[in-house]
């Protein structure tokens, strides 16, 4: 489990610099995070998540569960970030960078251990793998479609910036 948390969190933390690093390809912005929006923050880990899926749907595919774990620890990742982010930032009226990042670790741990357990547990049958794959389709949909083209509400929207989804910089014209 461990391998998979520091993986997870390190491939993360890669996300918030890639879409800079990579000089705004709007590719790389399916996945990285394009701005300081929480919803950008998500992304980063249900970035590192996919691509961790690939490891662990090679181990764990054939388990009965492995896609209900895989998207319950979707789920508590989006929301872990959502409750604790807006929680603590009701107090402190401001984000604080290190709390961030343990949030951001807690998520994935969390959503690690979750995922362990579920597919340890009793099959729970096809009934629920069915309504786990659809949802986990309906939220790799919404992540991609969520960067080109977010809901104008605070989740998307950067505290920087004021801005929603990518920030393009206009060239002015000479008209």
């Given at each position: 489990?461990?391998?998979?948390?520091?993986?997870?969190?390190?491939?993360g933390s890669l996300f918030h610099f890639l879409y800079e690093i990579s000089g705004h390809n709007k590719i790389v912005a399916l996945f990285a995070a394009v701005n300081e929006s929480t919803w950008e923050h998500i992304k980063m880990a249900l970035s590192s998540m996919f691509?961790?899926?690939?490891?662990?749907?090679?181990m764990y595919g054939d388990?009965?569960?492995?896609?209900?774990?895989?998207?319950?620890s979707l789920i508590i990742v989006i929301a872990f970030i959502i409750a604790v982010f807006y929680t603590y930032t009701t107090f402190t009226k401001?984000?604080?960078?290190?709390?961030?990042i343990l949030t951001f670790f807690g998520a994935i741990y969390l959503a690690q251990k979750v995922f362990y357990l579920i597919i340890g547990a009793n099959?729970?049958?096809f009934t629920?793998?069915?309504i786990s794959v659809v949802i986990?389709?309906?939220?790799?949909?919404?992540?991609?479609v969520l960067t080109l083209l977010p809901l104008k509400n605070f989740i998307f929207q950067d505290p920087i910036t004021k801005k929603y989804g990518i920030i393009?910089?206009?060239?002015?014209?000479?008209?």
């Open positions: 489990m461990w391998y998979s948390i520091i993986f997870i969190f390190c491939i691509i961790w899926s690939l490891h662990d749907g090679y388990y009965s569960n492995y896609f209900i774990g895989k998207t319950l401001k984000p604080v960078l290190f709390v961030d099959p729970l049958g629920y793998q069915y986990l389709f309906i939220i790799f949909g919404s992540y991609m393009r910089n206009k060239k002015k014209s000479n008209n």
